[in-house]
């Protein structure tokens, strides 16, 4: 069958098996600007931006906007991702991505990540068998998602802690989840590690700062809620800052560290 002409011209990657998907009620203006910085590179199979507001879309967004309860804590975020979320995924597999952190390198991409129920970059912290998380940028096939509604959990855990360390063992003996092994998930994206250039996305403010530049960074920062950056995230980015000499953004930071006290 020949596919219709629109598609044969479009350069971008085809993912129809991958929902992208954030789920926010806060950045959001940075956040449409993270999808959209995914669905430059991909055709996803659909793409879902879950908050209490509107964002500011334009009509060539390919985004559906669904109008979700404010998510005032990071409880009430975990809880959604685990208990709701799966009722709006229609493909195999979702993409999560946060306002810092999203698709870097379509090129990176290998099918191999969908042999696995969950893929996220390695946490270099931990230094046992469940080293595979952080789901800021995510992959995830819906039957993980399904699993973890049959499940008791503690929202008092961030829900990547939850399901990639607490939850792991129960979900892989029971309900049989492939979590990727580090080196795999090294390749699709970095964190706390240090990158190689090849992965396929990445995630933390940290990193952020080195993909839009530190005047951009800047301009973000006066806008974000006090509470959305961790305060060791805060002075990550202010020794990227003097480091480098950037006063404008460091300037933006030292006042944010003097509201912020998490």
Known sequence: MTRPAALDSDPRLALPQVSLVAV????IGPTLEAIRRCTDQIRFGA????????????????????????LRSRGA????????????IAT?????????GFV????????????????????????????????????R?????????????????????WICRTARPLLEAQYGMRFAPPDLASRF??????????EFGFHGVFNLVNVIGAARMARILKTLEPELVARN??????????????????????????????
């Open 77 to 88: 975020y975990s809880h959604f991702l685990l208990h709701e979320l799966h009722r709006h």
């Open 24 to 27: 926010t009620s806060m950045a």
């Open 189 to 198: 994206a970095f964190e706390r590690t240090a990158p190689s250039g090849q």
């Open 92 to 100: 195999s597999h979702l993409l999560c991505v946060q306002w810092d």
């Open 141 to 161: 096939s819906l039957r993980l998602m399904q699993a973890c509604t049959e499940l008791a959990c503690d929202t008092r855990e961030t829900e990547d802690t």
């Open 47 to 70: 793409v879902l931006f879950f908050s209490d507001v509107e964002p500011p879309m334009t009509p060539t967004d390919p985004i559906q906007w669904r109008k979700i309860p404010a």
């Open 233 to 262: 995230e805060h002075w990550d980015l202010l020794r990227w800052a003097l480091k480098r000499g950037r006063v404008d953004l460091a300037w933006q930071v030292a006042r944010r560290l003097g509201r912020t006290r998490c």
């Open 104 to 139: 870097l390198n379509p090129s990176a991409w290998s099918a191999q990540f969908l042999d696995y129920d969950y893929i996220g970059a390695p946490w270099p912290h931990f230094q046992d068998d469940h080293v595979v998380g952080n789901g800021g940028f995510s992959l």
